[in-house]
């Protein structure tokens, strides 16, 4: 019985319980500052109206004050200092605490921004190729980066500042009913229509968002795209064409944006009008009120000081509406990559594969990235542990795809692959690739130093196997003549060493492992015929009985391989060594004719 399917977001949501959970201390902390605010922020009026009323206007205290009656009986002066002290102390702690606040939630914020980038970053590399080919690169990236940041606002400051200005909200209201609840009545009236617009508004501004969002990941594709080919943009002059495509994606962008804008700002205005109107009525009701003996000229003073801060933490909820909106179409985002079940994944009693001896067997097994189109089709096929093979072939014949199969890069749709006898779904992931020495036609290097380029497949390599991997692969002559020699920094994609160079260091990182199996993925298809020759001298050295796989195009050395192994159209058409096939006259003669010529 197969387990139910998670709920959508329902990983993002485990995710962030668990990172509060391990907060649980600083929340309380922020809380506990949130209280504190809150209380400053109601007491803040009362100095001023013990000083209105009780000092300049000389009324006795009520019952609820009476404690401050020694206050006053010292005299007016030292209890209007004692009053200005007051006031002062209230701002003092309410700054303080404020600050407590912002710091705590921002550590909040950074600490789960810190461990969502973790988990996105990890998602997204155990999630298989057959996602990466169909996502864009820019389109990843903003979500790991520029989404996370909002989501990182909305706990650093939109949680805690909501939750102190509806606090803030209610302990105000509270007092003003308690004061005189015919003039709170008036202010509280105001409240829900000012909510229900800023919540419709919100919901434009939601909608707004998620249209800005996606236009940005477009402009981060784009930019990205056109900065890794730079070298073919301006050799083919290309550079207008990609300034007028990237403004068309900003200029999109920017209409989103002040989409958006404008409704922040229609729900920013809404509140300063109503915010107007409520202290006005206020003012002429609470007057009329002081007129009719019912309230004092303090306690008016209260209840205008209270609706002004009032208003403040509306406007602020206005504002926060909007971020609020931002982060929920960042988190939906976020979610939709949690959300995602990698398509190939280690069996529960998955077994480790030790040092095999490297035979290869692939029986009736087909494929096809898209269902409907197979890439290989039934293909048998066994490789001898220590044989040395070339897969050769026209162009989307099969041959690399074969090799991502091997990898478990993607699982055959049909059939299966066997290496030992042990179909590989059997065995983990991280110990199958561990034995395979890989070379790729694209000569990838790291910007990092040669050392961690050599040593990126087996981290804990001693300089000893670094070096011995780079004579083997015939390219520790060039690395001491840098300028650091094995710790020279390379710059990205290794641009200032030359074709043949590079690919001389990718075969040495292959080799530092001591694989059982070398897989080469046309290793020579892209460097002069120096390189070339002493690349085919480094795998002729360092086979040493290794199963060696190779992915060819120059069919000018396949007599050095045991056997030739033809593809086409995703099916084996023809077997055997370069000289029999050559005289059996048939679809590999085509090719090298066709390469000849």
């Known amino acids: 019985m197969t387990a139910p399917k998670p709920r959508p977001g329902a990983r993002l949501r485990t995710l962030l319980r668990g990172c509060l959970i391990e907060q649980r201390a600083a929340l309380v902390l922020a809380a506990l500052a949130l209280c504190g605010v809150v209380l400053a922020d109601v007491l803040a009026p009362w100095p001023l109206k013990i000083i209105f ?3 300049l206007l000389a009324k006795p205290l009520p019952e609820a004050l009476s404690l401050l009656q020694p206050l006053l009986d010292r005299g007016v002066w030292p209890a209007l200092l004692a009053c200005a002290g007051a006031i002062a102390a209230i701002a003092l702690a309410a700054g303080g605490l ?9 550590r909040i914020g950074h600490r789960i921004t810190w461990r969502l980038r973790s988990e996105l970053f990890a998602h997204l590399q155990r999630l298989s190729l057959a996602h990466h080919r169909t996502q864009r690169t820019g389109e990843q990236l903003t979500k790991v980066a520029g989404d996370t940041n909002l989501l990182r606002d909305m706990f650093s400051e939109g949680a805690l500042t909501l939750g102190r200005h509806g606090v803030t909200l209610l302990a105000m209201l509270a007092v003003m009913f308690w004061l005189n609840w015919q003039l709170a009545a008036v202010v509280a009236l105001t409240l829900p229509p000012l909510l229900g617009v800023i919540y419709a508004l919100n919901r434009r501004v939601k909608a707004t968002v998620r249209e800005q969002r996606k236009h940005e990941g477009r402009m981060a594709s784009r930019l990205n795209e056109v900065l890794s080919s730079i070298a073919l943009v301006q050799a083919f002059g290309r550079q207008q064409f990609e300034e007028d495509r990237f403004r068309r994606e900003i200029e999109a962008n920017y209409d989103s944006g002040m989409k958006s804008t ?20 206020t003012v002429l009701l609470g007057a009329r009120e002081v007129l009719a003996g019912r309230l004092s000229p303090g306690e008016l003073l209260v209840f205008i000081t209270y609706v002004t801060s009032l208003y403040k933490p509306v406007r602020d909820l206005g504002r926060l509406s909007a971020k609020f909106s931002r982060a929920s179409v960042s988190a939906r985002r976020v979610a939709d990559i949690l959300d995602l079940e990698p398509d190939i994944e280690d069996a529960p009693d998955a077994l480790e594969l030790v040092r095999p001896a490297g035979e290869i067997v692939f029986e009736d097994v087909s494929f096809g990235y898209d269902p409907a189109r197979p890439v290989i089709n039934r293909l048998n096929l066994r490789i001898a542990a220590g044989e040395r093979v070339a897969l050769v072939g026209s162009s989307g014949a099969g041959k690399s795809t074969l090799v991502n199969l091997l990898l478990r890069l993607y699982d055959p749709t049909a059939g299966r692959i066997l290496i030992d006898g042990i179909d590989i779904r059997r065995y983990t992931r991280a110990s199958l690739r561990r034995e395979f020495g890989i070379v790729l036609q694209d000569n990838l290097l790291f910007a990092v130093s040669v050392r961690e380029n050599i040593a990126y497949g087996r981290p804990d390599a ?8 780079a004579r083997a692969a015939r390219a520790h002559e060039f690395i001491v003549d840098l300028p650091e020699g094995y710790d020279t920094e390379l710059g990205e994609r290794a641009a200032a060493l030359s074709g043949g160079q590079r690919q001389r260091l990718c075969l040495a990182r292959a080799l530092v492992k001591e694989p059982a199996i070398l897989v080469m993925d046309e290793p020579t298809a892209s460097v002069d015929a120096v390189s070339a020759r002493l690349i085919h001298e480094s795998v002729a050295r360092v086979h040493q009985g290794r199963t060696l796989i190779v992915i060819a195009h120059d069919y000018s050395d396949m007599a050095v391989y045991d056997r030739v192994l033809v593809l086409k159209d995703g099916c084996l058409v023809e077997q055997g060594s370069h000289e029999t096939l050559l005289r059996s006259r048939g679809a590999y003669l085509a090719l090298v004719e066709r390469r000849v010529n």
């Not at 404020?98 to 921002?106: D, G, K, N, P």
């Open 98 to 106: 404020s600050y407590l606040q912002l710091y705590t939630s921002a």
């Open 53 to 55: 009323d009780h000092l």
């Open 262 to 281: 404008r409704t922040t700002g229609a729900i920013v205005k809404t509140i300063a009008v109503v915010s107007a109107v409520g202290t006005a009525l």
């Open 462 to 469: 001693p300089i000893e196997a670094i070096e011995a991997a």
